[in-house]
């Protein structure tokens, strides 16, 4: 069973960066493609950025398109989130999960980013 830990967060201010990592244990995540979500205070959570398998495609969400980054490490077996030019509203809790079957799952605890204006 794939046990996911995210880190990485804090607090920056805006424009500022942050790389978020996910690392992957008791299985290896190199055939799953991978997800990275957040939930702000009140809010649902939602999608952020998504690689496949073979990293060749990645997706993102309009809000972070051109900022954000998502690539992943197979000898690492870890996922990461690159995040650039950040602003107030990327303030939330980001989770990554595997995607497998079309459901994503396995989620990790989160890491909170706070962006302070």
């Known amino acids: 069973q794939v046990q996911l830990v995210e880190s990485g967060g804090g607090l920056v201010q805006a424009g500022g960066s942050l790389r978020l990592s996910c690392a992957a244990s008791g299985a290896t995540i190199n055939n799953y493609a991978m997800g990275w979500f957040r939930q702000a205070p009140g809010k649902e959570r939602e999608f952020v950025a998504r690689i496949n398998w073979s990293s060749s495609s990645t997706s993102y969400a309009d809000s972070v398109k051109g900022r954000f980054t998502i690539s992943r490490s197979y000898a690492a077996n870890t996922v990461y989130l690159q995040m650039n030019n950040l602003k107030p509203e990327d303030t939330a809790v980001y989770y990554c999960?595997?995607?497998?079957?079309?459901?994503?799952?396995?989620w990790g605890q989160g890491t909170q980013v706070t962006v302070s204006s």
């Open positions: 999960a595997t995607n497998r079957a079309g459901a994503f799952g396995d």
